[in-house]
C-alpha cells in the first residue's frame, strides 16, 4: 500500500549550532520498498535551492543535504525526535528527522554537521510519526539501527554503567569494556543486531539486559598487535628486539615533528612491514627530511575520508581506525584544521 502526504509548511531548521525558521515544500512517501522524505526550501544562507532527503528502507537509511553549491551525502545516524525549542516568542515544540550529513572540508577531509529539518503542523507530525516510528510504539522513536549506531549506542550506554572505567570500540558491532586494574570485558554485537534488526527498541532492551548480565572479566586486554597507536618512545628512538636469540637495540630512522613527536619510518611490501634502522637511510642516501616528505605522500594516497566531528576546541577524527595517529604528521591536516581552531 502506498501513501503520500506534501504541501508548504513552516519549517524549523537547526544545522550545527544555526537555528533558523523558514518554509520549505514537503513530500513525504511511504510503500513496500521503504519510506521517501524530503524537503525544498529557499534560505538566505543555505542558498535559492537547498533540500534535505532522507530515503529509509530494507537496505537501511540514505540521503542527502544541499547547501549552496555543497551536497553532502547521509553519513550514518538518522533519528525522529521531537525537540522543544525556547524563542523570544516562547517555546516551539518541533517534531521532524535528525541525521549527520557529510560535508567536503579539505583535501581528504570531510566535516560532519548534524542537520534537523521539524515542523509543528498535526497532520505532519502524524504522517512523520506513522512513516518512521516503529511499529509497536505510537511515539516518536529510534529508526532501525545500523550496526555502527548500535555500536555507538552500546559504548555510551556502558561508559553510564558503575564499574566500567572505559571503553573502546575496536570495530563495528565490537567493543572492549575495562572493568577495573587489567580486567576487560569484550562484546560482541553481530548477533543482537542480526536477530533485532528493523525493532530499536528490542535491539536497546537487548543490549541493556546484556550488560547488566555480564560479570566483570579477570582477563587483560592485549594490545600487542594494535599497529597504529601512538606511543612513548625515547629520543633517538630505539627498540629491543631478539635477533637469533639475542636481545639488540636498534636504533631507527626517526625525525623529531615539533617538540614532541617523532616519527619513524617503516619500509611497507606485500608481505610484511619492517622498521627502517638508521643506517638504512644512510644506504639509502636520503635524509630524513627526504623520508618524511615521501611517507607523506604515501599516507595521502592510502588515506580513506576523514571525517571530523565536533566543533571547537574538541573534535573527533574517523579515518577508518588505521590513521587517526599518524594524521598529525601531515601538513594539509593542519592546513584543513585551522580555520576550524
Same mark, same amino acid.
Given at each position: ?7 508548504r ?19 513525504? !512517501? ?7 522524505? %524530503? ?24 540521503? %542527502? ?5 555543497a ?25 521532524g ?12 577531509f570531510?566535516r ?23 511499529? *509497536? %510504539? ?8 545500523? &550496526? ?19 571503553? !573502546?570500540?575496536t ?14 570485558? %569484550? ?22 539486559d ?35 636469540? *639475542?636481545?639488540?637495540? &636498534? ?8 617538540d ?6 617503516v619500509?611497507?611490501? =606485500? ?16 635524509? =630524513? ?23 571547537? =576546541? ?6 577508518g ?16 584544521m585551522? =580555520?576550524?581552531?
Amino acid at each position: 500500500m502506498s501513501t503520500a502526504q506534501e504541501g508548504r509548511y513552516p519549517l524549523g531548521l537547526l544545522v550545527g549550532n544555526a537555528l533558523r525558521f523558514t518554509e520549505g515544500a514537503i513530500t513525504l !512517501t511511504s510503500d513496500e520498498d521503504g519510506v521517501r522524505f %524530503h524537503v525544498a526550501f529557499a534560505d538566505e544562507d543555505l542558498g535559492s535551492r537547498a533540500e534535505l532527503e532522507i530515503v529509509e528502507g530494507p537496505g537501511g537509511a540514505r540521503g %542527502h543535504l544541499r547547501m549552496q553549491d555543497a551536497t553532502a551525502p547521509l553519513f550514518d545516524e538518522v533519528q525522529l525526535v521531537q525537540r522543544n525549542i525556547p524563542t523570544s516568542d516562547g517555546e516551539y515544540q518541533l517534531v521532524g528527522l535528525q541525521g549527520e550529513f557529510s560535508f567536503p572540508h579539505e583535501g581528504p577531509f570531510r566535516r560532519l554537521r548534524r542537520a534537523f529539518v521539524g515542523v509543528q503542523d498535526p497532520a505532519m507530525v502524524n504522517a512523520l510519526v506513522a512513516a518512521f516510528a516503529s511499529d *509497536e %510504539h505510537d511515539q516518536v522513536t529510534q529508526l532501525p539501527f545500523t &550496526l555502527e549506531s548500535m555500536t555507538r549506542f552500546t559504548a555510551a550506554y556502558a561508559r553510564s554503567l558503575p564499574g566500567v572505567d572505559e571503553v !573502546t570500540v575496536t570495530a563495528p558491532g565490537q567493543l572492549t569494556l575495562r572493568m577495573g586494574e587489567g580486567a576487560a570485558q %569484550h562484546v560482541d554485537l553481530h548477533n543482537i543486531y542480526a536477530s533485532t534488526h528493523g525493532d530499536a527498541g528490542a535491539a536497546m532492551a537487548r543490549i541493556q539486559d546484556f550488560l547488566a548480565a555480564m560479570p566483570p572479566s579477570t582477563d587483560a586486554v592485549d594490545d600487542g598487535d594494535v599497529m597504529f597507536r601512538v606511543m612513548r618512545a625515547p629520543s633517538p628512538v630505539t627498540l629491543e628486539a631478539s635477533v637469533e636469540g *639475542e636481545t639488540q637495540t &636498534l636504533h631507527l630512522a626517526s625525525l623529531g615533528v615539533g617538540d614532541d613527536l617523532s616519527a619513524v619510518f617503516v619500509r611497507d611490501s =606485500p608481505q610484511s612491514m619492517a622498521y627502517l634502522q638508521a643506517s638504512d637511510v644512510e644506504d639509502l642516501a636520503a635524509s =630524513p627530511d627526504d623520508l618524511f616528505r615521501l611517507a607523506g605522500e604515501n599516507l595521502l594516497r592510502s588515506l580513506p575520508k576523514i571525517h571530523i566531528r565536533g566543533e571547537a =576546541p574538541l573534535f573527533m577524527l574517523i579515518a577508518g581506525g588505521d590513521y587517526e595517529c599518524s594524521l598529525a604528521l601531515l601538513p594539509s591536516f593542519w592546513q584543513a584544521m585551522t =580555520p576550524l581552531l
